[in-house]
C-alpha cells in the first residue's frame, strides 16, 4: 500500500463524498477513484458501499481507517522529526573527554547551546587513550585531547591552550611565589588524582627522569574533590590552570609556575576526517570553528 492512497482513502472515509475529497485534494475524481480501486485490489476487499450515495465504509473500510489514520500519523511525525534534524532542532552531540578537558569545552558548548537549545550535548568521561578508537567506531562523535592522535582517519582543531601549575592555598609559604622548581614541589604534601591520565603521567615521568622524589600523600578520585582539600590547606596540587579557573578568580586557590612543567599545551577537539556527521554534530563543530582560539 502507498502512503498517498491511503491519505485520499482518509480523505473520502472523512468526507464521505468522493468528490469532496477530490476537491479538498485538488485532484479529480477519476483520480482518486482510481486510489481507492488500487486499495482494494492490494487488500482483496471493498472499503466502500458503493450502493451507498453517503461515502459508507464497509467492515474493511473501517478497520483500514483506524489503521490508516495511525501510519499517516506515524508517517507524517517521521518527516517532521527528519526535518527538525536537518534544521538542527533535534539530535544529540557525544564528546568523549577526561574530567580536566571538560573545562576546555565549556566555551564551546556555551555558545552552541545558545544557538541551539533543543539539542542535546552528551560529555562522557572518558580516559584520552580510549577516544581515538571511540571516534573511530563512532562511539562518540568528538574528542577532547592534550595530544595529537596518530591515527590518520583522524583531524583535529584548537580548542586553546593550557599549562600546567602548582595550585596552593593563598596562605601556602609557596602562595607569593612567582616560580617554584619541581624539587620544591615534590617536598610538600602533594594531592593528586587516582585516576591515570596524560597531565599526572607527564608529572611522574619528569620526576622519574630528574631522578626526584614527590610526597603524594593523598589521592582522590575528582578534580573537586582536589581542589578543595587544596583550599582547605590540606596540601598543594600540580594540575591544569584551566580547571581552577574560578577559584583563581575567586582567590580561593592561588597558581605558581613550575618553570619545568608549564610548556603550553594545545587542547584539541579531535574528528573522523571526512566523515559524514549528523546535522546537530556538524552544527557542533562549526561553532567551534567560528571560535577565536579555532585553528
Given at each position: 500500500m502507498q502512503l498517498q492512497d491511503l491519505a485520499v482513502f482518509a480523505t473520502v472515509a472523512s468526507e464521505r463524498s468522493f468528490s469532496k475529497a477530490a476537491k479538498k485534494l485538488h485532484r479529480t475524481q477519476p483520480a482518486v477513484s482510481q486510489a481507492i480501486k488500487r486499495l482494494e485490489q492490494e487488500l482483496g476487499d471493498r472499503l466502500f458501499d458503493r450502493s451507498s450515495r453517503d461515502g459508507t465504509l464497509t467492515e474493511a473500510?473501517?478497520?483500514?481507517?483506524?489503521?490508516?489514520g495511525r501510519l499517516l500519523t506515524l508517517a507524517a511525525d517521521a518527516e517532521l522529526a527528519v526535518r527538525e534534524l536537518q534544521e538542527v532542532r533535534r539530535g544529540r552531540v557525544v564528546i568523549g573527554a577526561?574530567?580536566?578537558?571538560?573545562?576546555?569545552?565549556?566555551?564551546?558548548?556555551?555558545?552552541?547551546?545558545?544557538a541551539h537549545p533543543q539539542i542535546l550535548i552528551d560529555v562522557r568521561r572518558m580516559a584520552s587513550r580510549h577516544i581515538p578508537a571511540a571516534i573511530l567506531d563512532r562511539t562518540i562523535d568528538f574528542g577532547v585531547l592534550t595530544f595529537s592522535p596518530a591515527e590518520r582517519a583522524l583531524n583535529a582543531i584548537s580548542l586553546g591552550h593550557d599549562e600546567l601549575v602548582m595550585l596552593a592555598h593563598p596562605g601556602h609559604r609557596l602562595a607569593d611565589r612567582k616560580r617554584v622548581s619541581i624539587q620544591e614541589v615534590g617536598t610538600?604534601?602533594?594531592?593528586?588524582?587516582n585516576d591515570p591520565s596524560p597531565a599526572r603521567d607527564r608529572v611522574l615521568r619528569l620526576y622519574e627522569r630528574r631522578h626526584a622524589a614527590i610526597n603524594i600523600r593523598v589521592a582522590l578520585p575528582s578534580l573537586d574533590?582536589?581542589?578543595r582539600a587544596v583550599e582547605m590547606g590540606l596540601g598543594v596540587a600540580v594540575l591544569p590552570r584551566r580547571v581552577a579557573l574560578a577559584e583563581l578568580a575567586a582567590g580561593r586557590l592561588v597558581a605558581v609556575k613550575v618553570p619545568e612543567l608549564s610548556a603550553q599545551r594545545p587542547v584539541r577537539l579531535v574528528f573522523r576526517r571526512g566523515a559524514e556527521l549528523s546535522h546537530a554534530a556538524e552544527a557542533f563543530l562549526e561553532t567551534v570553528r567560528g571560535l577565536p582560539q579555532a585553528s
Open positions: 473500510g473501517r478497520l483500514l481507517r483506524d489503521y490508516a577526561n574530567e580536566a578537558a571538560v573545562h576546555s569545552l565549556l566555551p564551546s558548548i556555551a555558545r552552541f547551546g545558545a610538600e604534601t602533594v594531592i593528586a588524582h574533590g582536589i581542589k
